[in-house]
């Protein structure tokens, strides 16, 4: 076989395995569901909980790297502190050997019969879960079937005398072969994919672990790479994250070199004659090795980021701060972060129409400013919304999810509503100011009485949405069908009064339009609900 088919054979069985585990990931992604979700939010400041939440979400994501990356858009958007971080990025080290560790097994034989199964899943099963089931059946028969096409594929090039003469230098030169592993793993950016070529060449008896463990501690740093740029465009704090990862590792490599004969020989009486589950074996001791030395000392590693990196950046409010795109690759945790933007924009619009109304009642133009800056924010978001939803329609999701995020298409509709509400108020309160309009004392406390009504709808609407209350969202209901009531009945008053000449034609006109803002926003409200009640 000559050289150029030999590459296409391996790149083609390397295609196969990245495919294969990403299938399969996605597969016990959306197996997982509320479960990865519900397993994320369990992040303290404990930092041994955070190694174990790490070390669960890369395993059932099956990439350190995409766990890294979340971590880092965490960090930027606030939710993680960075010794939450810390603890979650030593933990997915961890959970990335457990895919090391499975394709170690000599299961390509029988990879065609998940591939059979997998397949016929997907074309004949219709339930959900049934589909996910089959993708990790399918996923995991494609990662093996790669296995065992890399591995056929390189024996033709370990019979060379140039393979030979490299692999003699590797493992005559730890040093090389730790840049070796950093480079592979920096260009495929996936540690599982350099681990996999390594068992791939351990199953053609063509290497030992002198030249595989350096390899392996180089595949350590260069799968920091992926982190790094995904925090590229992020905040200062994001960027800590990203260096912890790389500190961690690249200790990590510094502590180990210096023992590695040692280690060899553990790891190979551990499973002599097997180099695969070798190779396997040393990810697994050195990633659970550097965890065990380096997490109490995790507080020292933020302290040398933030001497690298000082200064903590204030995180930039005017536009989505929990949407990042590197998060799309991870759907359901995506899906989540699309629904804390969104209960954060409601919160902005409640904080309008609060602020709208004090203008409007106690003549507080400085409020009037806030009002139309807030209404930037609500715009931008209902943009970045609405685009990150278009994105992460294109992606595989749980039913539920699914269903959650056709209905946010229509909840973030009414929130802009509400938002272009509170501006309507405040163009009132502008006027009532400019002109010196007098609204009568009865005529405000019916104001009043109507705005804590709509206010209690909006409250009630957004912590239904929050916390998916059903019994909330029918309570809106009841709540909305009394603010129509109020209309009604203050219209008839306002015209009482004008018939009386108890106020003028301008207050009247300034009050009419203000009842109709407030009822409008009872009904976006009532939206909301409807939108909860059939999630």
Known sequence: MDTFNIFIEVFGGLGLFLFGMKLMGDGLENAAGEKLKSILERVTSNKYIGVLVGTIVTAVIQSSSATTVMVVSFVNAGLMTLMQAAGVIMGANIGTTITAQMVSLDLDKIAPIFIGLGAIGLLALKKKRARDISSIALGFGILFMGMGVMSSSLNPITQSDAFRNVIYIIGNNR??????????????????????????????????????LPIILGCNIGTCVTALLASAGANRTA??????????????????????????????????????????????????????????????????????LPGDEIIEKDGAIYLDKNLLETPVVASSQVFKETIRMGEIAKKNIEAAMDAFLNNNEKNIEQVYRREKIINNLEREITDYLVDLSSYDLPVTDSKNLSATFHVINDIERIGDHAENIVELATDKINNNISIGTDAKNELIAMYEKTLEALTLAIESYKNEDNIEALNIKEIEESIDKYEKDLRENNIRRLNEHSCSANSSTIFLDLISNLERIGDHSNNIAAAVRER
């Not at 950093?182 to 996999?196: D, F, K, P, R």
């Open 175 to 212: 040093f090389l072969g730790v840049l070796a592993g950093l480079g592979m793993t920096a260009i495929v950016q996936s540690s599982s994919a350099t681990t996999g070529i390594l068992v791939a060449l351990a199953t053609t008896g063509s290497i030992d672990m002198n030249v595989a």
């Open 239 to 308: 960027k800590k994250a990203a260096l912890i990862h790389l500190f961690f590792n690249v200790i990590g490599v510094v502590i180990f070199i210096p023992f590695m004969t040692p280690l060899i020989s553990l790891i190979e009486s551990i499973d002599p004659g097997n180099v695969a589950r070798q190779v396997a074996n040393a990810h697994t001791i050195f990633n659970i090795s550097v965890t065990i030395v380096l997490l109490p000392l995790a507080k020292y590693l933020v302290l040398l980021a933030n001497k690298l």
